[in-house]
């Protein structure tokens, strides 16, 4: 049993398995991207809610590119630090080559948190 398992594990994969595996050759991972903008957004986060929230994501396969969208909101008026922090961790994650610069803008909310929303396209490896 064992030297036929040996035997299987040695075998040339069926055509149709060479045939996905050119597919998906080449092909960006959308999904380790989103992943490492979570573990991102998740760096930050005292509690189960964190002050970084993504509202909305694009990805555009074609040019290897993710767009996300969303807002800081941060009590102690500290939004646009939690910000460019943010895009600091983006950066040091890895998984992009460019990280865009957001526009650092911020409203008051009626509470008094801290808000700066945000718009950052994401380039990956």
Partial sequence: LIAEREKLDTQVPAPVLRQVAALTEGRP?????????????????LGPIGPISVTRTWFQAGERRIAIAGQVRDVTGRAMQV??????????????ATVSEPEYTHTTAPDGADIAPFSISLILQ
């Fill in 83 to 96: 910000l460019a922090a943010f895009v600091d961790a983006l950066r040091a994650s890895g998984a992009f």
């Fill in 29 to 45: 991972d959308a999904g380790g991207a989103v992943g490492a903008i979570e573990d991102a957004r998740r760096s930050f986060a």
